[in-house]
Each structure stands twice: as structure tokens, then as C-alpha cells.
């Protein structure tokens, strides 16, 4: 898979019609894109240990992985959760963000660290264990992206769908956190989930 960054440059470019990524405001405004929410994973901690007993976000470490190319869009979610939450952020080397070399960091610093989305359905090995990240709860965010120009009923007609009936309910909790330059951060809620964000259709100031 693509990283997000870079699905989401594709669509801009016209090399593609749609993409399923993360992707911040700030990418939308700059490229004419429009994002509607396709689904989200609350993100939880890996820890050594036995214990399965939720944790603070502030108490949760973030790996930045110095390979920007592949997790841009990764170390800018995390690097926002650690200044909004007071998490620890730790640089790692290219690609310890996922797999093994993430398992080895977790035993390695000792502290609960929060998985990659791309990690979610990753088995826990036996000698670690899942937490919940709690006060708040973390989401990352999967937006279906194409041009705010679409010209073509087709493709318009194929988001619709496809995010007609997506729930936010989860993202909706106050104790819900999402950066704050996730298009799905503070959103009002809709008759159905699939609102669109886009330059056009800006969340109030105030509910920010």
C-alpha cells in the first residue's frame, strides 16, 4: 500500500481517482481534494509486562521514524498527539515502525508505546500485551480523497455510496482525540456519515 501522502498526491494529480489514506486539512486546501470519512481505528498502547489495564495517552510513547518518505503522514499524527497529549515521541531508525522492529523498540524502552495503524491486526507476541489509551481515546482516521472538482458523475456517485452510511459515532465521544488538522475533528454531526470536508465546508472556529 501507498503511504497516505502520497495517495493523496496521486489524486491531485489526476493519476488517480480516489484514494483511501489519512489526510489533513492543510493537503485538502492545498491541492483542491475533498475527504469523506470511510472509517477509523482507535489506536492502542504495546506494552512488556502482564498487565492489560488501560493507560493515559500522556503516559503512551510514539515512535517518529526517520524514513519520511514512507511515514510522513504517520509522524505528523504522532508527532501532534505527543504536543496535544504530553506523550513521549522517540526517534527510531528507518522502518522501526512496524513488525519486529517495533516489538524490539517496545522491549527496548520499556514503555507503552502505541501502534502504527498499519499494525493493527499484527499478533501481539506472547511476552508483550495490548492496552487501551484512554483520557483520550486516539483515532486515526481512513478519509476517502478525491478532487473537489470531480467532473464525472460516476466517480461522485461511487463516493457517495461508498460512505453513505459510515458511522462517526466513536469520533462524536468527547473523549475522543484527533489532530487538529484531521478533517474529521469536530465535524457536526450529519443525517449520514459520509459528510465531506473541503475548503467550502469548514467546521464552525468555535468547535475547534
Same mark, same amino acid.
Given at each position: ?6 495517495? %493523496? ?8 481517482? @480516489?484514494?483511501? $489514506?489519512?489526510? !489533513?486539512?492543510?493537503? /485538502?486546501?492545498?491541492?483542491? @481534494? *475533498?475527504?469523506? &470519512? /470511510?472509517?477509523?481505528?482507535? @489506536?492502542?498502547?504495546?506494552? #512488556? ?10 503516559? %503512551?510513547?510514539?515512535?517518529?521514524? %526517520? ?14 498527539? %505527543?504536543? *496535544? #497529549? ?22 527496548? @524502552?520499556?514503555? +507503552? &508505546? ?13 511476552? /508483550?500485551?495490548?492496552? +487501551? ?14 478532487? =473537489?472538482? *470531480?467532473?464525472?458523475?460516476?466517480? =461522485? ?12 459515532? $466513536?469520533? *462524536? ?5 484527533? !489532530? ?7 465535524? !457536526? ?5 459520509? #459528510?465531506?470536508?473541503?475548503? #467550502? ?8
Amino acid at each position: 500500500m501507498l503511504p497516505s501522502h502520497t495517495q %493523496a498526491a496521486r489524486v491531485a494529480d489526476g493519476s488517480l481517482d @480516489l484514494a483511501i $489514506c489519512w489526510v !489533513p486539512r492543510s493537503t /485538502l486546501i492545498d491541492d483542491h @481534494l *475533498e475527504a469523506r &470519512l /470511510l472509517g477509523s481505528d482507535r @489506536l492502542y498502547a504495546i506494552s #512488556t509486562g502482564t498487565a492489560t489495564t488501560p493507560i493515559r495517552a500522556r503516559d %503512551a510513547t510514539l515512535l517518529i521514524d %526517520a524514513d519520511e518518505t514512507s511515514w510522513s503522514s504517520w509522524n505528523r499524527w504522532a508527532k501532534s498527539m %505527543a504536543a *496535544e #497529549t504530553g506523550a513521549h515521541a522517540v526517534d527510531v531508525p528507518e522502518g522501526g515502525s512496524t513488525g519486529q522492529a517495533f516489538f524490539d523498540h517496545v522491549r527496548r @524502552l520499556g514503555r +507503552p &508505546l502505541v501502534n502504527n495503524p498499519k499494525g493493527q491486526t499484527a499478533a501481539v507476541p506472547p511476552d /508483550l500485551v495490548a492496552r +487501551p489509551i484512554q483520557r483520550p481515546a486516539v483515532y486515526w482516521t481512513w478519509s476517502l480523497v478525491s478532487r =473537489r472538482d *470531480e467532473p464525472r458523475a460516476a466517480v =461522485r456517485a461511487l463516493v457517495e455510496a461508498l460512505t453513505r452510511s459510515v458511522d462517526r459515532l $466513536c469520533l *462524536e465521544d468527547p473523549n475522543a482525540w484527533l !489532530p487538529a488538522d484531521d478533517p474529521h475533528r469536530a465535524m !457536526p454531526s450529519a443525517d449520514a456519515g459520509g #459528510t465531506a470536508w473541503s475548503p #467550502t465546508a469548514r467546521p464552525s472556529p468555535t468547535a475547534e
